[in-house]
């Protein structure tokens, strides 16, 4: 019953490509959003290309303008013009969807020509299995692999860490420039009443200050 297979080799690889593709295109989100879930688990040392370039486009956008209003958005709009291998993340998901289409295509043209030749039914059913088992084989890669989940999570790191971390450091150094701007006097004035809320010596307070200036 499988010797239609090979008869119709063109068919077959056509089908075999394809389905390989739309999985490969699985793998490729995977092992990217993967790499980025590594880079956000220490964002204040990564050295992902990235997330280094959200890193600085963040930093750039509170100095600018004083503040980012709504985080979750500009950590979605960074990561939708991410690229892989020159095309968008969204593109790549597309891609593999296509391309399981284009596999099954190639199963119904080869049952179709099979019944085309007057060939029993049973002679077709190769292709309609290959066809349901694409299917299956697909949709469990892809809950397996779970892309989609790696994003979301790669997301909410992002936005916990610029909310949480990145903002409060950000607007302490804004604290600090404002007071090394005050007059000699009222400069330390001002640090020695910082030190004594935080119960801080003084050279704890300029070590502390050299310490964020470096982290941010």
Known sequence: MFDILLKQSHISAWIAAFFLLSL???LALWLHDKSLLRGAENMSTVS??????IHSKFVQCYHMNGEVADIPVFVDNCLAKEKICGFSRRTFGKWSIQFLFYSVIGAGIGAFQVLAL??????????????????YLFFSVRSLFDAQGQYELLRLKLVEYFENHLVPRLK???????????????????KKKRSRGAGLTAQEEDELEVLLREMV
Not at 123 to 133: E, M, Q, R, S, V
Not at 184 to 190: H, I, L, T
């Open 48 to 53: 992902h290309k990235t997330l280094k370039a």
């Open 118 to 135: 007057s060939e029993p039914f049973t002679a077709a059913l190769p292709y309609y299995g290959i066809c349901a088992l694409e299917l």
């Open 172 to 190: 302490l150094n804004e604290a600090m420039s404002q007071v090394e701007d005050m007059p000699q006097p009222k400069r330390r004035e001002e």
């Open 24 to 26: 490969l295109m699985q």
